[in-house]
């Protein structure tokens, strides 16, 4: 189906003819369906538009590999009729010392992609905000989700969809592990604190690899996320070198972890909130009551 060359939607116009980028493109569409279907992207209460039409969602581009591989399959499922939303990119300039302000909207433009350039300097905000020597990363990251949302709600966008992969899951989770003292990560979809949004991650079963071969396969004009110069050091680098060091010991680490997210068992952890550890007893029939639920020795 995606092998046409006659038949495909703009974005991957002059791809790669290779079978290896076929296998991978194909990857990459397959799981972003299997997401979106599988957490209820689509179907989810409150996603029609308030015209009653098809929902619509704002599709976050940062013009990193990342962005471009999430617009590119998103509009690929729409081109094929298996995602009935309408699209609209969005870029956020934040003003970002040497940030090329022409090349997403020259792209978008020419790829006939439905967008929206919105710019809002943050960055003197951070700047001014963050001590000498610290990250931006967490001031900016709020407050771009916070003019996200307003554009979303200005533009009648039922979602804001972002790029974050199955490697970003991954990190999150143990950086939440050894910093925060908790088990979470990235959900594939939440609802906002002011509840009139939906947040979705189409690509969380989609390999970073992955991103990175399709984009530098399709030659999008890439923007590096570290114009700020505040990336080196950070928590989360330090955690995806170990995650890298797993993975090159063990091929195929990353994707059991990742699994294991999909495969909680509430019993077989320490929280009292999610399992009632008080009202275990050793009645006979209290097998047959719960039986998913008693935790046993192992």
Not at 174 to 185: E, I, K, S, Y
């Amino acid at each position: 189906m995606l092998d046409d060359s006659n038949d495909i939607h703009p974005l991957f116009a002059g791809a790669p003819s290779t079978t290896e980028f076929k296998k991978l493109r194909k990857r990459i569409v397959r799981q972003t369906r299997e997401a979106v279907e599988q957490y209820g992207m689509i179907d989810g209460g409150g996603a029609r538009s308030e015209t009653g039409g098809k929902p619509r969602w704002l599709v976050c581009l940062s013009g990193g590999k990342d962005s471009y591989t999430l617009l590119a399959a998103l509009h690929e499922l729409q081109w094929r009729g298996l995602l009935p939303v309408d699209l609209l990119a969005c870029n956020l300039d934040q003003g970002q010392p040497g940030f090329p302000a022409t090349v997403l909207p020259e792209f978008l433009q020419k790829m006939g992609v439905p967008h929206r350039i919105e710019y809002q300097d943050t960055y003197s905000i951070v700047v001014d905000k963050v001590p000498a020597g610290r990250t931006y990363c967490a001031l900016c990251s709020r407050l771009r989700r916070g003019n996200l949302y307003r554009i979303a709600r200005e533009e009648g966008c039922s979602a804001v969809v972002l790029g974050h992969h199955r490697d970003d899951i991954l990190e999150t989770f143990f950086m939440n592990l050894f910093h925060g003292g908790r088990l979470a990560t990235m959900p594939p979809k939440l609802v906002n604190e002011e509840g009139d949004l939906f947040v979705y991650r189409p690509l969380a079963h989609v390999a970073e690899a992955d991103c990175a071969r399709f984009a530098a396969a399709m030659n999008y004009p890439i923007i590096p996320c570290d114009l700020c110069g505040s990336q080196d050091g950070l928590q989360r680098q330090q955690v995806k070198q170990i995650l890298d060091g797993w993975e090159s010991n063990s091929p195929g680490r990353r994707q059991v972890m990742f699994r294991a997210l999909m495969n909680a068992r509430p019993s077989h952890l320490l929280d009292p909130k999610l399992f009632d550890f008080q009202g275990l007893s050793l009645e006979p029939d209290q097998k047959d009551k719960n039986p998913d639920e008693i935790p046993r020795l192992r």
